[in-house]
């Protein structure tokens, strides 16, 4: 979960598949210094929609990680916690050293 977008990326034995959702959630980030709703909602929308496809090609492993713009919001690691719980998956505020 990123400043830009959100990528999903499932590996199979067979297969990978990506999506990506452009968000753009930095520059709200960098005009106000933290989340609005409507980043919020996105947000959660996009990452529901993720565990969905998740659900349907039975993922044993699910990682959500936020980059960034969660560590330089005012309310990142609170909207980190909210997508968590809507999700039904653990999101992970990653360091600068995690990201690099």
Do not use: W, Y
Not at 54 to 69: D, F, G, L, P
């Amino acid at each position: 979960m990123g400043s830009t977008s959100f990528r999903l990326t499932i590996e199979t034995e067979r297969e990978t598949h990506h999506r990506i959702h452009h968000l753009n959630l930095g520059s709200s980030v960098s005009a106000n210094g933290s989340f609005t709703e409507s980043d919020i909602d996105g947000a959660t929308g996009v990452l529901s929609e993720f565990m969905s496809v998740a659900k349907v090609h039975n993922c044993q492993r699910i990682v959500a990680v936020a980059t960034e713009s969660f560590r330089l919001a005012a309310n990142g690691h609170a909207v980190a916690t909210h997508i968590a719980r809507e999700a039904g998956c653990e999101v992970k505020v990653l360091s600068p050293d995690e990201e690099n």
